[in-house]
Every structure is written in C-alpha cells, then in structure tokens.
T-cell receptor, first 111, second 113 residues
Framework: QKEVEQNSGPLSVPEGAIASLNCTYS??????FFWYRQYSGKSPELIMF????GDKEDGRFTAQLNKASQYVSLLIRDSQPSDSATYLC???????????FGRGTSLIVHP | GAGVSQSPSNKVTEKGKDVELRCDPI?????LYWYRQSLGQGLEFLIY????????KSGLPSDRFSAERTGGSVSTLTIQRTQQEDSAVYLC???????????FGQGTRLTVV
C-alpha cells in the first residue's frame, strides 16, 4: 500500500512569513512529486512538480525533495492571506502512472 | 479546449438511481483520471485511462461503478443504484502523457438523497 502522509494542520503563519509544508511517502521507487493548492469548494490546481533531489524554485514557492529520507516539502516565502488553502502532495511511483495524493495540509495566513 | 471540463457541476439524485458524469479532457491529453473527494478527505483514485490501452480500474469501490472513454477523448463515469455513501465531489484530471503534470476539472458534486 503506497502511502503519502501530510499533517492535516491547520498551519497558521503570519503574513510575510515563510510557510513550510511537509509530505512523506512510503514507496522508495517514487519518482514524480507534485504540489497542488485547493481552495475551499474548488478543484486542485498545480503549483509545482519536482523529479530530482534538491530544490526547485518558482517565484515565492520552493519545492524540496529528499529521496533518501522520503520526504518532499513546499516552502512559501512572503506568505499572503490569498495563500490560505489546503495544499495537497501527490507522489507517483516509477512503475505506476497513478499519482497518490495525501490528505492535504490546511494553511492559514493571517494578516 | 482550454481546460478540463466536467458536467454537470452539481447533481442531486435519489438513492437507487443511476447517474452519469462526464469529463472532457484537454485536447491532446492521452491520460485521463477519475478521483473522488469526500468532505474533508483526500483524493481517492478511481480509474485511469491511457490512450487506447485497457483502463486501470483498480480504484473502483464496487461493481456499481464503471467508466468508459470514447475515441480517446471524452469519458463518462457511471454509478448504478446510487447509495448515500457515493455522495462526494468527483474530479476528472488529464495529462499530456503519463509522466507530466495533471490538470483537474472543476468537479461534479454528487449528492444522493
């Protein structure tokens, strides 16, 4: 059973701070990692994907992947109230073409 | 199309009735997925289509659920003899190919009363 674990939160950070969202996964053969943002009542929208160990930056977002420790994280710099949402981590194994999603972490950015 | 389109956006049905949910993927996307999301829960995989290959049905919760994809494009998810526990948001996603990022439709909110 391939598992993707996320702390459900809520994670509360002040506006302007760095929000750090973490995700661990059980399958060592995982090769593709995705972060989605889901606003209440809306469908998930892709923020970033990462395939290689290390950091990948896109604007205020940085994805960090550590395959040896089996975790992937998302950092949001200069957090804004509009970043308040649930963040879903999705992991796909090398031998599978089906992304497995975690339950998501609720982020609240307060002014 | 510009994005993944799902219809209807909302569906209320009586217990025991059959429902059909439609997904129109992004043009040219060969991979199509159905997930469902119950209130406060994560995304539960249902079924995966890749090109003309046989679908991966491993996530379908019971034989009341079925799906087809015609001509490698539009997909229909059918739920027969609906039960109250089928109430959820049904999300469709498509990808250009099996290793790229997936894009979701706006979902169909199904309520079984």
């Amino acid at each position: 059973q391939k598992e993707v674990e996320q702390n459900s939160g809520p994670l509360s950070v002040p506006e302007g701070a760095i929000a750090s969202l973490n995700c661990t996964y059980s399958d060592r053969g995982s090769q593709s990692f995705f972060w989605y943002r889901q606003y209440s009542g809306k469908s998930p929208e892709l923020i970033m994907f990462i395939y290689s160990n290390g950091d990948k930056e896109d604007g205020r977002f940085t994805a960090q992947l550590n395959k040896a420790s089996q975790y992937v994280s998302l950092l949001i710099r200069d957090s804004q109230p509009s970043d308040s949402a649930t963040y879903l981590c999705a992991v796909q194994s090398g031998g599978s073409y089906i992304p497995t999603f975690g339950r998501g972490t609720s982020l609240i950015v307060h002014p | 199309g510009a994005g993944v389109s799902q219809s209807p956006s909302n569906k209320v049905t009586e217990k025991g009735k059959d429902v059909e949910l439609r997904c129109d993927p992004i043009s040219g996307h060969t991979a199509l997925y159905w997930y469902r999301q119950s209130l406060g829960q994560g995304l539960e995989f249902l079924i995966y289509f890749q090109g003309n290959s046989a679908p991966d049905k491993s996530g379908l919760p019971s034989d009341r659920f079925s799906a087809e994809r015609t001509g490698g494009s539009v997909s229909t998810l059918t739920i027969q003899r609906t039960q109250q526990e089928d109430s959820a948001v049904y999300l469709c996603a498509s990808r250009r190919d099996r290793n790229t990022e997936a894009f979701f439709g706006q979902g169909t909110r199904l309520t079984v009363v």
